[in-house]
């Protein structure tokens, strides 16, 4: 199993491209409701995110990083991946 640590996670980058497909949907005056539909996401993100880009565009859409330091250390996350990885069966 690969190391995994909040930056390689990948969760910010996903979330990033799903509002930069909206934005280009935006673009070509698709509604909310039905960009919501196709992302699987709620409509008031989609609102939330059609506003930011008629206010900056799809730089505004671009993620800012993690909004908080990780609560666990590198040695801690490496303690949590040896757990997961031994199963349920392994912790009653």
Do not use: N, Y
């Amino acid at each position: 199993m690969a190391a995994v640590s909040p930056e390689s996670c990948g969760i910010h980058k996903g979330a990033e491209e799903f509002r930069l497909q909206a934005a280009e949907r935006f673009a070509l005056g698709e509604g909310s409701t039905a960009i919501a539909r196709d992302l699987r996401v709620s409509v008031r993100s989609v609102l939330r995110w059609r506003h930011a880009w008629a206010k900056g565009g799809p730089r505004s859409l671009r993620s800012q990083g993690l909004a908080s330091l990780p609560r666990l250390s590198g040695r801690q996350f490496a303690q949590l991946e040896a757990e997961l990885a031994k199963g349920p069966a392994a912790h009653g």
